[in-house]
């Protein structure tokens, strides 16, 4: 079983950073692909960045170029660090695992575990 926390949301204007965390309780998740999404109000949740074990990465359009994924092995924590956020970011964000090795999708199926997510909102 794989538990996982997220933290580090809150409010920030237009243009500014936020830096999500993820933490893992498992000793070791070799193999696992880590990924974040989120969910705004009224919408679907979508896949904001995945990484896989080795460090591949796949971002979603929106945030490309904007947005980091990465990861603290040693301290089994998932990262992601959003620059230059805008309102349309404004979200739950939550942290996922898929048991399947290398996977890189951003679409919610084969995602086997899930946190309970943090708040992210961003006023103009």
Same mark, same amino acid.
């Given at each position: 079983?794989?538990?996982?926390?997220?933290?580090?949301?809150?409010?920030?204007?237009?243009?500014?950073?936020?830096?999500?965390?993820?933490?893992?309780?498992?000793?070791?998740?070799?193999?696992?692909?880590?990924?974040?999404?989120?969910?705004?109000?009224?919408?679907? &949740?979508?896949?904001?960045?995945?990484?896989?074990?080795?460090? &591949?990465? &796949? $971002?979603?359009?929106?945030?490309?170029? &904007?947005? +980091?994924?990465?990861?603290?092995?040693?301290?089994?924590? !998932? $990262? !992601?660090?959003?620059?230059?956020?805008?309102?349309?970011?404004?979200?739950? $964000? $939550?942290?996922?695992?898929?048991?399947?090795?290398?996977? !890189?999708?951003?679409?919610?199926?084969?995602?086997?575990?899930?946190?309970?997510?943090?708040?992210? +909102?961003?006023?103009?």
């Amino acid at each position: 079983q794989v538990q996982l926390a997220e933290s580090g949301g809150g409010s920030v204007q237009s243009g500014g950073s936020l830096k999500l965390s993820c933490a893992v309780s498992r000793d070791s998740y070799s193999g696992f692909s880590m990924a974040w999404f989120r969910q705004a109000p009224g919408k679907e &949740r979508e896949g904001v960045a995945v990484m896989d074990w080795v460090g &591949r990465t &796949r $971002y979603a359009d929106s945030v490309k170029g &904007r947005f +980091t994924i990465s990861q603290d092995s040693p301290k089994n924590t !998932l $990262y !992601l660090q959003m620059n230059s956020l805008k309102p349309e970011d404004t979200a739950i $964000y $939550y942290c996922a695992a898929s048991r399947i090795s290398g996977w !890189l999708r951003l679409d919610d199926g084969n995602y086997h575990y899930w946190g309970q997510g943090t708040q992210v +909102t961003v006023s103009s």
